[in-house]
Structure formats: C-alpha cells, structure tokens
C-alpha cells in the first residue's frame, strides 16, 4: 500500500481525524503492513494528529508491551536452551 495521493494536514481537535485516508492506515501500521515509506508518512501523521494519537495510543503500548514480553522469553528459552546443552556436556 502507498500513500502518494495523501495530504498531511495538522488536526487540532481530539475529536476528528482531519486526514481520514492516512487515519485508515494505522492499524496496517501498527500490524506492519505497510512499506517503509508509507511506516513514514503515517508516524508523521501520528505525531500531528491528536484524534489517532490518542485513539491508537493505547494500542501502540499494548503492542510494544508484547513484542517487549516476547522478547524476553526469548531471552529465557535460550538461557534454558544453554542450560540443557550445558548438562547434557556434562553427562
């Protein structure tokens, strides 16, 4: 998805996504569909626009909470991984 024909404007009011055809577009963001010029455009559109901020922002945490969680039990499995090869050396 491109976002070529987009305006960026500044909304002002909480209340109301002045450009609703970048607003569409954030939880493509948020779920990393969208090419990395298109990733641009739409966190410059977060950045100005209150009404996505807030209406996305809790998202955006919730999300970032997980890949953090993710992250770490990663790190967990791996150190149990070493462990298990470290016993199994010395057996």
Same mark, same amino acid.
Request: hydrophobic share 35%.
């Given at each position: 998805?491109?976002?070529? !024909?987009? !305006?960026?404007? $500044?909304?002002? !009011?909480?209340?109301?996504?002045? !450009?609703?055809? #970048?607003?569409?577009?954030?939880?493509?963001?948020?779920?990393?569909? #969208?090419?990395?010029?298109?990733?641009?455009?739409?966190?410059? $559109?977060?950045?100005?626009?209150? $009404?996505?901020?807030?209406?996305? #922002?809790?998202?955006?945490?919730?999300?970032?909470?997980?890949?953090?969680?993710?992250?770490?039990?990663?790190?967990?499995?791996?150190?149990?991984?070493?462990?298990?090869?470290?016993?199994?050396?010395?057996?």
């Amino acid at each position: 998805m491109t976002t070529e !024909n987009f !305006n960026i404007t $500044h909304s002002q !009011n909480a209340d109301v996504c002045r !450009n609703p055809d #970048l607003g569409i577009l954030v939880p493509d963001y948020i779920l990393e569909l #969208l090419d990395d010029a298109s990733c641009l455009i739409v966190e410059q $559109h977060l950045a100005e626009c209150v $009404h996505c901020k807030e209406r996305y #922002l809790t998202v955006l945490r919730m999300r970032a909470t997980a890949c953090f969680k993710k992250q770490e039990q990663k790190k967990t499995d791996d150190e149990v991984n070493d462990d298990d090869r470290e016993l199994a050396k010395q057996r």
